[in-house]
């Protein structure tokens, strides 16, 4: 499953290790940066349940995906805007970053 908690975890500890190469003021550590926290948002989300990450456009496939169902083609997340208002009304004292 593409929505994995400790996957996303990985990933975003892995960009933010990225985020430390290189010269200070590059663009590079910013871009690292930017992914490294997408993906702890991600994580966060996925881990209260994997479905929050689903789209739920294209008629419920990616939510039947998310619950273990098989379905042709790849599964699409919702953007990372979206990431941030679900977890703004899950969790009472999340900020957006």
């Given at each position: 499953?593409?929505?994995?908690?400790?996957?996303?975890?990985?990933?975003?500890?892995?960009?933010?290790?990225?985020?430390?190469?290189?010269?200070?003021?590059?663009?590079?550590?910013?871009?690292?940066?930017?992914?490294?926290?997408?993906?702890?948002?991600?994580?966060?989300?996925?881990?209260?349940?994997?479905?929050l990450?689903?789209?739920?456009?294209?008629?419920?496939?990616?939510?039947?995906?998310?619950?273990?169902?098989?379905?042709?083609?790849e599964?699409?997340s919702?953007?990372?805007?979206?990431?941030?208002?679900?977890?703004?009304?899950?969790?009472?004292?999340?900020?957006?970053?």
């Amino acid at each position: 499953m593409i929505w994995d908690s400790e996957r996303y975890w990985q990933k975003s500890k892995a960009y933010m290790q990225m985020a430390t190469q290189g010269e200070r003021e590059s663009w590079e550590r910013s871009f690292w940066r930017a992914l490294g926290l997408e993906f702890l948002l991600r994580a966060a989300l996925t881990k209260i349940h994997p479905a929050l990450n689903a789209d739920p456009q294209n008629e419920g496939l990616n939510l039947l995906y998310a619950f273990g169902i098989p379905i042709k083609g790849e599964p699409r997340s919702i953007p990372v805007h979206a990431v941030t208002a679900r977890l703004e009304r899950i969790i009472e004292r999340f900020q957006k970053p």
